[in-house]
């Protein structure tokens, strides 16, 4: 892996950005196997100032984390390129390092050590992922039916950080609990929470339910006026994230899904229209992926981007078949090089 340094948190980094986060704000979802530093680069790249205010790495385990042997194997999801670190700095937009587990004690040793070893701003705590064999030990969204553990791990978690400590959640397991969940998260005052209008039996299906955030957001405006809350679910553009604010009162929009149908969801000029740019940034995407994962994640995992670029042109759909079979940068070079050659060269 290429050891990238880390440089230590900045003063900046302890006050609480949460609240200082301007309005409209957009975040990032965290999304396991997407928004690596690689991706994460170019969706801040795309990004026009003064939409996207936050990102959020991949989830990581506290238990992998602070294995003595395994930690090692999960640790590239606290890796911020130094590529990503200028453009974060100088876009202003603040990174959040996501950790799961059940243990309060190893909350504390682990957001300790990424507080003191990395430069994140903020730990964000997952009680939200659905998944059975992540759920089925009692770890993230099980953590909504054990409220008394979910606040001792977030107060372990603010004083091995001693960072703004935020949470994403969802707002039930079998059934909704939008009021007894949200009361006892906010008793332990986190900075803010992320809320995915979903429960863990909905896995994706349906639609997120914004009227259950606006009810988050009443409770919280009674109270804990202080905790930051932002919606999450089924926000493909900027006009339904607005609306979305404008509704249910939250104070920001979490984009998951959204952002692999349109890598320039949070620019504020239409994404590029020629197959020429659109094939160069996917040459570049996955040289940047190779060189920086090489070893450590499969090529397999750049597939999903190759939608991304190849659409919304004439041909498209026949490039994404010929490149979807590849498993090299160089093989895609290959195919796409010299159809790039064959096209006029385009107004940029
Ligand atoms: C491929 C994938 C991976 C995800 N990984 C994570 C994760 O690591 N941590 C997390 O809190 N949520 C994760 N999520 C959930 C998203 O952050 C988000 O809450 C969810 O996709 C709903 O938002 P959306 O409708 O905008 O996609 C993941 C979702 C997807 C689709």
Redesign the pocket.
């Known amino acids: 892996m290429s050891a990238h340094p880390q440089p230590h948190k900045t003063e900046k980094a302890t006050s609480n950005f949460w609240q200082e986060m301007n309005k409209p704000a957009f975040t990032l979802?965290?999304?396991?196997?997407?928004t690596d530093t690689v991706f994460r680069s170019f969706v801040i790249r795309f990004a026009s100032s003064g939409y996207l205010r936050l990102v959020m790495s991949?989830?990581l385990s506290v238990d992998g984390f602070l294995h003595p042997e395994g930690g090692e194997k999960v640790k590239h999801r606290l890796l911020v390129h130094p590529r990503e670190r200028s453009l974060l700095d100088a876009k202003n937009i603040n990174i959040v390092a996501?950790i799961w587990g059940t243990d309060p004690e190893k909350f504390y040793r682990a957001s300790r050590r990424i507080a003191e070893e990395y430069a994140f701003d903020g730990i964000d705590i997952?009680m939200?992922?659905p998944m059975k064999k992540i759920i089925k030990n009692g770890a993230c969204s099980a953590l909504i039916l054990n409220p008394s553990l979910a606040q001792e791990i977030i107060q372990a978690t603010q004083e091995g950080s001693r960072l703004p400590v935020s949470v994403?959640t969802r707002l039930g397991m079998r059934q909704w609990e939008t009021e007894a969940w949200i009361e006892a998260l906010l008793a332990v005052r986190p900075a803010a929470i992320s809320i995915?209008g979903r429960i863990q039996k909905q896995l994706?299906s349906g639609e997120?339910n914004w009227d259950e955030i606006k009810k988050a957001v009443a409770l919280r405006n009674a109270l804990a006026p202080g905790v930051v809350i932002h919606g999450?679910?089924?926000?493909f553009d900027i006009a339904t994230g607005l609306r979305r604010m404008e509704e249910s009162g939250v104070d920001g929009v979490?984009?998951?899904?959204?952002i692999l149908k349109n890598p320039w969801f949070f620019a504020r000029e239409a994404p590029p229209a020629n197959p020429q740019q659109r094939i160069r940034l996917l040459l570049e995407h996955a040289r940047f992926f190779e060189e920086n994962w090489q070893g450590i994640k499969s090529f397999a995992l750049m597939k999903r981007f190759f939608k991304m670029y190849l659409s919304d042109f004439k041909g498209a759909s026949q490039l994404r078949a010929l490149v979807m079979p590849l498993n090299s940068y160089e093989e895609v070079e290959n195919v796409l090089m010299p159809v790039l050659r064959n096209l006029p060269e385009a107004e940029v």
Do not use: L, S, T, W
């Open positions: 979802a965290p999304m396991e196997d997407v991949e989830f996501q997952n939200g992922c994403k995915h994706y997120a999450n679910g089924d926000v979490m984009i998951g899904r959204g």
